[in-house]
């Protein structure tokens, strides 16, 4: 008989390539991992693992067993939704990763929305925007959050996507910028000779920025990159530069900007959740998936508001900010 927990760790093998990746990803040691591989090449009576005095790669035998694996632990996750859906009370833990400005929008109205749920614990991470779907297909996490600004999303029948919110790029500008007036039509011609600042080279957001300056006849190379986008918007409060920014990361609250909509093509990203196809009635997870979608029509309205917003009247005052009722997550998906 084939032992679960070691069928788990042979997937674990397969998505990290490595004895010691697959060890620091489970927080074992590498001889238990190779221990208990070996163990997993007697159950199966074959070789799974071509191994030298450096490296260990699947043979065509483990790869096999890896694609049966995936799908035996899918039926067995079905099978524990399925009995747990019937006892209709959230419990244990819920684990989703976001995309940095997503950690940080959902965190507040998701943790309003599940605090009812006494039994049910969750837990937050950020991850790099990309990986959020391989995390939910790996069972490394329940839920992600993720982003698509090209219509890229990969579709899998062992994954359920979830439509959430589309996410524009908006003009951040100092509140004392003469841009800043939302009379003013802006002009992105105009402010191609502007300091502007973005996230490096590579990241989605700065492609994004890129291909709204090159619509409006390029400008000048970005003298100004910074990780985070948070930073960012701290900067262009201070007067040091201008920037583009999908709205959501305006969610956080920040004093100090005017907030304007870019003429012209939209560009924007999707915001999505996925699940594993065989978690989604878990109730622990159904009930989390139900407060990401509140807390998402909450940020929609929210971040409406802020678009044309000009915070220069009350400098004490942050941008509207509500939050959904308890209970809320309890709406249907």
Same mark, same amino acid.
């Given at each position: 008989?084939?032992?679960?927990?070691?069928?788990?760790?042979?997937?674990?093998?397969?998505?990290?390539?490595?004895?010691?990746?697959?060890?620091?990803?489970?927080?074992?040691?590498?001889?238990?991992?190779?221990?208990?591989?070996?163990?997993?090449?007697?159950?199966?009576?074959?070789?799974?693992?071509?191994?030298?005095?450096?490296?260990?790669?699947?043979?065509?035998?483990?790869?096999?067993?890896?694609?049966?694996?995936?799908?035996?632990?899918?039926?067995?996750?079905?099978?524990?939704?399925?009995?747990?859906?019937?006892?209709?009370?959230?419990?244990?833990?819920?684990?989703?990763?976001?995309?940095?400005? /997503? !950690?940080?929008?959902? @965190? =507040?109205?998701?943790?309003?929305?599940?605090?009812?749920?006494?039994? *049910? &614990? $969750?837990?937050? +991470?950020?991850?790099?925007?990309?990986?959020?779907?391989?995390?939910?297909?790996?069972?490394?996490?329940?839920?992600?959050?993720?982003?698509?600004?090209?219509?890229?999303?990969?579709?899998?029948?062992?994954?359920?996507?979830?439509?959430?919110?589309?996410?524009?790029?908006?003009?951040?500008?100092?509140?004392?910028?003469?841009?800043?007036?939302?009379?003013?039509?802006?002009?992105?011609?105009?402010?191609?000779?502007?300091?502007?600042?973005?996230?490096?080279?590579?990241?989605?957001?700065?492609?994004?920025?890129?291909?709204?300056?090159? /619509? !409006?006849?390029?400008? @000048? =190379?970005?003298?100004?990159?910074?990780?985070?986008?948070?930073?960012? *918007? &701290? $900067?262009?409060? +201070?007067?040091?530069?201008?920037?583009?920014?999908?709205?959501?990361?305006?969610?956080?609250?920040?004093?100090?900007?005017?907030?304007?909509?870019?003429?012209?093509?939209?560009?924007?990203?999707?915001?999505?959740?996925?699940?594993?196809?065989?978690?989604?009635?878990?109730?622990?997870?159904?009930?989390?998936?139900?407060?990401?979608?509140?807390?998402?029509?909450?940020?929609?309205?929210?971040?409406?508001?802020?678009?044309?917003?000009?915070?220069?009247?009350?400098?004490?005052?942050?941008?509207?900010?509500?939050?959904?009722?308890?209970? /809320?997550?309890?709406?249907?998906?």
């Amino acid at each position: 008989m084939l032992d679960l927990r070691r069928l788990i760790l042979i997937c674990e093998f397969a998505r990290r390539g490595s004895i010691a990746a697959t060890a620091s990803s489970l927080g074992y040691s590498a001889s238990a991992v190779s221990q208990q591989l070996a163990a997993l090449e007697r159950e199966a009576g074959a070789a799974l693992l071509d191994r030298t005095s450096r490296s260990a790669e699947l043979t065509d035998a483990g790869w096999r067993l890896v694609d049966h694996a995936q799908r035996i632990l899918a039926m067995v996750e079905s099978a524990e939704s399925d009995l747990s859906a019937h006892t209709a009370t959230p419990s244990g833990r819920v684990v989703v990763t976001a995309f940095p400005t /997503a !950690a940080v929008a959902f @965190a =507040p109205a998701l943790a309003r929305s599940l605090r009812r749920h006494r039994e *049910l &614990s $969750l837990r937050l +991470r950020q991850s790099r925007s990309g990986r959020g779907m391989r995390e939910v297909e790996s069972g490394e996490v329940d839920i992600a959050l993720i982003d698509d600004w090209w219509g890229r999303v990969r579709r899998d029948t062992s994954v359920r996507t979830f439509p959430l919110l589309v996410d524009p790029l908006v003009l951040v500008v100092p509140r004392r910028h003469p841009m800043a007036d939302p009379e003013v039509p802006i002009d992105l011609a105009a402010l191609r000779e502007e300091p502007w600042m973005a996230t490096p080279e590579g990241e989605p957001s700065r492609t994004a920025v890129d291909r709204l300056l090159a /619509a !409006a006849g390029g400008a @000048a =190379p970005v003298a100004w990159e910074f990780e985070g986008l948070g930073t960012i *918007l &701290s $900067l262009v409060a +201070r007067g040091i530069g201008i920037a583009a920014v999908p709205a959501l990361a305006l969610a956080a609250g920040v004093r100090g900007v005017a907030v304007r909509d870019l003429p012209g093509e939209p560009i924007e990203r999707h915001v999505y959740a996925v699940a594993r196809e065989s978690s989604v009635h878990r109730p622990s997870v159904a009930a989390t998936l139900r407060a990401i979608h509140v807390a998402a029509r909450f940020l929609v309205t929210d971040l409406g508001h802020l678009r044309g917003h000009r915070d220069d009247d009350d400098p004490d005052r942050g941008p509207p900010r509500r939050s959904p009722p308890d209970g /809320a997550g309890g709406a249907p998906l």
